[in-house]
Nanobody, 123 residues
């Protein structure tokens, strides 16, 4: 069993930055493909970024490429999402997820999910 706990969300002005953290327990996250998703009110949950720590590969949605960076700290069993140049359309609940397929972008490809952390970007 894998437990994921997100933190770091909050309210920020447009153009600002936030760093989300996802603490992984139960298994080392290097065994999994770790992803970040987000869900805005009335919308479906969408892929944001993923990392395959053992292979060093990262993947991003086009909407965040160049602004967001996913990384991991193996010693701390924690995955991060650094979000820069935030826009109001980035407002959503952000979820951390763990799955087995490298580079997965669909929600059904992830087996474990955190509870989510709210990110609100004001204009």
């Amino acid at each position: 069993q894998v437990q994921l706990v997100e933190s770091g969300g909050g309210l920020v002005q447009a153009g600002g930055s936030l760093r989300l953290s996802c603490a992984v327990s139960g298994r080392t996250f290097s065994s999994y493909n770790m992803g970040w998703f987000r869900q805005a009110p009335g919308k479906e949950r969408e892929f944001v970024a993923a990392i395959n720590w053992s292979g060093g590969y990262t993947y991003y949605a086009d909407s965040v490429k160049g602004r967001f960076t996913i990384s991991g700290d193996n010693a701390k069993n924690t995955v991060y999402l650094q979000m820069n140049t935030l826009k109001p359309e980035d407002t959503a609940v952000y979820y951390c997820a763990a799955g087995k397929r490298i580079g997965a972008r669909a929600t059904f490809e992830y087996d474990y999910w955190g509870q989510g952390t709210q990110v609100t970007v004001s204009s």
